[in-house]
């Protein structure tokens, strides 16, 4: 019998649904324009299509894998739940204290994000933990009962409950739940130490109330998405990706949807090191761009980098401290407003920019014909001939191309340039916007973007990987088969991954080991408590936040596996110094001398394979057709002109051919543009990989 897994990936402007056969490794995809006004349309039209092109029986599925952006939108839109917070008496306004930090520290003006939860739906009531656990003060039940009337008839459907030291002993938050559950089963409720049982009452108070605010819309929508999907007649389970790259059930993603925030970038970035492994040697630059946006992400031996906090709705795109702080396990990536749907604009001064601003799916760019009229770098890549109107999305959008022309030449009577060198112009700045991210996000982790291959998906991706590149000197581009719907397959890969963290606080000079193997462990047990999924040939990866005593900043580092008891202490705990002092110098180059090294919060990564997730890559052996479908004019920079280049179809090439740009190769999902100076050939893995010619401009 087949054994078919189906991937979902919403993005901002296109929704794209794959179908992966395990049995013969061949498979089905459709890009549809996301639905806002209700993602799951667009998933229903997408999963249908392809149902009634394929020979497939819904029956023969045996898993499901979606991803979304819709969490992440959700707060930066601020269309979330009305939601309150009941607090510690005297730690109602810690959201809006933050860290008493301008993350502009010269600007007189500066706006702050808004907290989620407004001063009039933040109560306190009268409770004190101390910070080693210790009962000081019981919570006041009628204070508390009170409370929850205020919020309740006030219109809060979500419930945060963030006590001061939680993350030590969590009765109080725990007895606070249970009561607002028996009096108004109705409103849903977020624990802190259920979500971030960790120090820095800020950080976890913003968790928390994230979560509150997008608790209801979660469960709503996933809950609706697994009827939609059953009603289509797929009795496969629903599994959602997590911000960290890993897979959970549908339960623990609306216990805790705010691991979901960056659940469809990170689903980008696993489907790069799978797809870049074998042709790359692990070490790959990820380059996910799609209609809305554009995301980066290093891969360094075969694993996407790994971040446990990161930074929602910021008011300021690439500065620190100017959003939402989320403490959450996430793939560590960058993202920027660079998109297909990117709309190209004159600045006050006269400048020609690029984004952030996106027509998304709707109106969407001139050239869809769906009433939008901007500019954008869809419409400018159509005019300079690196996209066919005629196969656009598989030919399943009509293109528009005089539309896309009208919305470029009132760009360029306004800029007063000739059309096609404001159609470059708009191409050409986008690419610069996202190399200048890549070079920072590289920098940061002290690296050179020439160590690295870049492999390129997303609609978008392919169109401007080789330009992208060539900015930053990486001479080796990858794009690997079905680039436009790459993280939708990337969902089929993905290992289960559960994280769990708790605060400790132990000094490793003199500390004791035996609490902190007990610790490990019971983090590790908490994680197989909590989630169904099969966890037999699981790996545990123990991680500690650590730091020189005195100093006010901690690093995550990866630790020795245990046990820690019942060996010699001195070896231990030399051992797990040298382990923290090592990923101190990688990234601070030196250690401070005779400073002891304290962990504040312990970390377990629990990752296992997912049944079901076999995929093999694989290119076409051979083929009766040629590769060749036509000729036609593209513009390059190397030649300042229109140059004859010759069109590839994707799916009829075959392992070894080898080919010199110009050229461009298009494939239902996505296209990828080869430069004159620049060479490729298709890999064993089906995969292309373009050498890049070292060429200035």
């Known amino acids: 019998m087949p054994s078919y897994s189906l991937g979902i990936d919403i993005g901002g402007t296109f929704t794209d649904v794959v179908v992966y056969d395990h049995d013969t490794g061949r498979q089905w995809s459709r890009k549809v324009l996301t639905t806002h006004d209700d993602p799951v349309r667009a998933v229903v039209t997408g999963v249908e299509a392809i149902l009634g092109d394929g020979p497939l029986e819904p029956r023969h ?59 009039n739906l933040r109560l ?101 998405m697994a009827r939609q999907l059953a009603d289509q007649g797929i009795p496969a389970p629903l599994l959602l990706m997590l911000s960290s790259g890993g897979l959970t059930h549908v339960a623990e993603a609306q216990r805790a949807p705010v691991q979901m ?21 692990g070490d790959l630059l990820a380059f ?57 604009h004159v600045d ?128 080796q581009v990858i794009c690997p088969p079905s680039a436009g719907v790459a993280s939708a397959l990337g969902l089929l890969v993905a290992p289960a991954r559960v994280d769990r963290v708790a605060t400790v606080g132990i000094r490793l000079d003199r500390g004791d080991l035996g609490a902190l193997e007990t610790a490990f462990r019971v983090l590790a047990r908490a994680v197989m408590g909590d989630t169904s999924l099969k966890l037999e040939t699981r790996h545990v990866q123990r991680l500690a936040d650590g730091r020189f005593l005195g100093q006010g900043f901690d690093l995550v580092v990866d630790l020795p596996d245990g046990p820690y008891d019942g060996r010699d202490p001195h070896v231990v705990r030399r051992a797990l110094t040298r382990a923290f002092e090592a990923a101190y110098r990688e990234k601070f180059s030196l250690t401070p001398p005779d400073v002891p090294v304290e962990f504040i919060n312990i970390r ?34 190397e030649a300042d002109a229109f140059v004859d280049t010759t069109v590839y179809d994707r799916a009829r090439l075959v392992i070894g051919n080898q080919f010199v740009g110009p050229a461009v190769i298009e494939e239902e999902g996505s296209t990828l543009v080869v430069g004159p100076r620049a060479r490729f050939i298709v890999a064993p893995t089906g995969n292309v990989v373009v050498t890049l010619e070292a060429w200035t401009p």
């Open 261 to 281: 925030l960056e659940s469809g970038p990170a689903a980008g970035a696993i489907a790069a090191a799978f797809f870049g492994r074998a042709d790359s040697g």
């Open 124 to 224: 306190e009531v009268r409770e004190r933990i101390n910070a080693d656990g210790t009962i000081r003060r019981p919570l006041d039940r009628d204070q508390l009962v009170a409370a929850v009337e205020r919020l309740a008839s006030g219109g809060v459907g979500s419930l945060a409950v963030m006590f001061l030291h939680a993350y030590a002993n969590s009765s109080h938050e725990a007895e606070a739940v249970r009561l607002i559950a028996e009096r108004h089963p109705e409103i849903f409720t977020t624990a802190s130490h259920e979500v971030a049982p960790e120090i820095r009452e800020f950080e976890r108070a913003s968790t928390t109330v994230a979560n509150a605010y997008i608790k209801p819309l979660a469960h709503q929508y996933l809950g609706r």
């Open 348 to 475: 006050e001064i006269g400048l020609l920019k690029v984004g952030p601003r996106s027509a998304g799916s709707q109106p969407g760019p001139a050239c869809y014909g769906l009433g939008g009229r901007e500019p954008t770098v869809t419409d400018a890549d159509l005019l300079l001939g690196y996209l066919n109107p005629e196969y656009f999305a598989g030919g399943t959008i009509a293109i528009d191309l005089a539309a896309a022309r009208g919305a470029l030449t009132g760009l360029a009577d306004a800029v007063r340039l000739p059309l096609i060198s404001v159609a470059w112009g708009v191409h050409d700045i986008v690419n610069e916007n996202m190399a200048s991210a890549a070079r920072v996000h590289i920098a940061e982790r002290g690296r050179d973007p020439r160590d690295y291959a870049l492999l390129c998906t997303g609609g978008a991706g392919p169109v401007h990987a080789g330009h992208v590149a060539r900015k930053l000197g990486i001479s």
């Open 61 to 119: 599925f045996t898993r499901v894998v979606h991803a979304t952006t819709l969490f992440t939108n959700a707060l930066i839109e601020r269309k979330g739940a009305v939601a309150g917070l009941i607090t510690t008496a005297g730690f109602g306004d810690t959201l809006e204290i933050g860290r008493e930090r301008k993350f502009e520290l010269y600007d007189l003006n500066i706006a702050k994000p808004e907290p989620l939860v407004p001063r």
């Open 288 to 344: 996910d761009m799609g209609g809305t946006t554009a995301k980066l992400s290093l891969v360094d031996g075969g694993e996407p980098r790994t971040a446990y906090s990161f930074e929602a709705a910021r008011q300021k795109r690439f500065i620190e401290g100017s959003g939402l702080p989320i403490r959450i396990s996430t793939i560590e990536l960058i993202e920027i407003g660079a998109g297909g749907g990117s709309i190209a």
């Open 604 to 637: 377990v990564a629990v990752r296992a394979p997912v049944a079901g997730s076999e995929v093999v890559l694989q290119g076409r052996a051979r083929g009766a057709e040629p590769a060749i479908k036509g000729r036609r004019p593209v513009w390059f920079p």
